[in-house]
């Protein structure tokens, strides 16, 4: 009997792996068909592999989903123009943008170029060689919402494709084809079943959501369809409307490659790793990759001020010299989906969550059971005292990128974190003024504080007053390109 129950565990689980092999056989075959048909209607396996250089200028509005200076619709918008460039045989990304919105202005470029790396800055009059260029993750935007250039990654990377299903949207049906590019989560293609062309794809990002692009109105332009228009939404929002004005097949990008002479050249931009540095006595600025906690030891236990992404690590980090003192309260700055993103790590640690009274709902939303979740409101300002430490939490706004902003005030030493207000570039210059930062100038001046130091939630720079005044004062460069 023992013997027979082995040899029918071991027929089933033959069975078993046979029909997975023709599943997947299947499933990869189908995949290929549809890719194949789907390369066809975009120009076909020549012209895609033709494609050598790549150059398009566009116009965006931006609808601030979760972003905006209030918390529900209408969205705040915004606006951008813009170039981006690729030549695909030397691994050359270029992109060119002047953006105005939610409180901030810029006018920048970067050209990923091995060694001739560079970003650049228009309004500070600044350039800066980039140390370790990353041309897959520089260009990856930019292929994600490029249909020719998709299907040409999806192509070369076939044997990453799977076929995922049939769907219908809108009355039209589609194919849907999943695979992975080298950088980021995985996405998936939705091929029109007449047409073979791609007019939607998506992607998870965990702790933001589902984002979906749809790309509309093509046409062909050197023998390949090219879209006129493109949506994208956040987790079913409109986030994004651009329309294409230009789009260049082929033609060398020696212009967008050059450097104006007139740029300062400031120190080569490194790698932002994780770090720590002690800024006062048990004040402690942690973090790396252009986001950043401030934690304040209070005796028996820790304040922690900052809810961007990454803050599990930076906790790890704080260990190292606090042991296992509690944190017993954490601070969001504002409502901005990137700036309560840390609320389930404090969640973990069994943190109450300190936010504006106006951002309540958002934070709970963030929140792993948001109901149970402890949480404190301020609506105006609210104070820690614990032994010789004593921290205010004040809410400055509002200001031209938020309604409310919490920031963390300091009296003793003189010491205040804030968020998206102040830009502190890790070197060269401070650039001018935006009008978020100006209005955070103003804030400070209403609420009559003794700041000596400002470290904020996306750098390791510690300013003082003198550098906003510095920003404050500076004259937008005017480059001679």
């Known amino acids: 009997m023992k013997a027979l129950i082995s040899l029918t565990v071991v027929g089933m689980f033959a069975i078993s792996l046979a029909h997975a092999e023709n599943f997947t056989q299947e499933n990869t075959d189908k995949a290929k068909a549809i890719v194949a048909a789907a390369v066809e209607a975009h120009g076909g396996d020549a012209m895609l ?251 028996d236990y820790i304040f922690a001020a900052g809810g961007t992404a990454g803050s599990a690590d930076r906790i790890d980090s704080l260990r190292e010299v606090v042991g296992g003192k509690p944190i017993k309260y954490s601070m969001m700055t504002h409502h901005h989906f990137d700036h309560v993103a840390a609320v389930t790590d404090y969640e973990s640690e069994g943190a109450t969550i300190i936010a504006s009274g106006a951002h309540e709902k958002i934070v709970r939303r963030a929140a792993g059971n948001g109901e149970a979740l402890a949480l404190k409101t301020v609506a105006d300002r609210m104070t820690l005292e614990s032994g010789d430490r004593r921290v205010d939490i004040i809410d400055i706004g509002p200001t031209a990128h938020t309604e409310h902003l919490l920031v963390a005030y300091l009296p003793d030493e003189g010491i205040m974190f804030e968020a998206d207000h102040f830009s502190l570039p890790r070197v060269g210059p401070i650039p001018p003024a935006v009008p978020s930062t100006q209005t955070f100038a103003e804030a400070l001046g209403r609420q009559d504080l003794k700041v000596m130091k400002i470290v904020s939630a996306h750098s390791p720079r510690v300013a003082t007053m003198e550098d906003l005044k510095m920003a404050l004062e500076a004259e937008v460069f005017q480059a001679s390109r």
Do not use: C
């Not at 990856?140 to 999806?154: K, N």
């Open 49 to 299: 592999e033709g494609l050598h250089t790549l150059k398009i200028a566009h116009e965006t509005v931006n609808y601030s989903v979760d972003q905006s200076r209030g918390t529900e619709p209408p969205w705040d918008k915004s606006s951008a123009s813009g170039v981006d460039a690729i030549d695909l045989d030397n691994s050359i990304f270029v992109t060119r943008a002047v953006n105005n919105g939610g409180g901030f202005v810029g006018e920048t470029g970067t050209i990923i170029n091995t060694e001739e790396s560079h970003q650049l800055n228009y309004r500070s009059g600044t350039v800066a060689r980039i140390a370790e260029p990353d041309y897959a993750t520089a260009s990856g935007p930019f292929v994600r919402v490029t249909p020719a250039l998709l299907l040409r990654t999806l192509n070369e990377r076939i044997a990453n494709a799977h076929f995922l299903g049939e769907t219908k949207i809108n009355d039209n049906e589609y194919d849907v084809i999943g695979f992975s590019m080298t950088v980021g989560p995985a996405i998936s293609l939705y091929f029109d079943k007449e047409t073979r062309r791609l007019h939607r794809s998506e992607r998870v990002f965990p702790g933001f959501g589902l984002v979906e692009y749809e790309f509309k109105d093509y046409e062909d332009i050197a023998g390949i369809p090219f879209n006129r228009n493109f949506v994208l939404l956040l987790n079913g929002d409109v986030n994004l409307e651009r329309a294409i004005v230009s789009v260049d097949v082929n033609e060398p990008l020696d212009d967008l490659l050059l450097v104006d002479a007139d740029l300062e050249a400031i120190p080569e931009l490194q790698p932002d790793p994780m770090s720590r540095q002690e800024i006062a006595d048990g004040v402690w600025l942690i973090g790396g990759s252009g986001t950043y906690a401030m934690f304040v030891d209070m005796g």
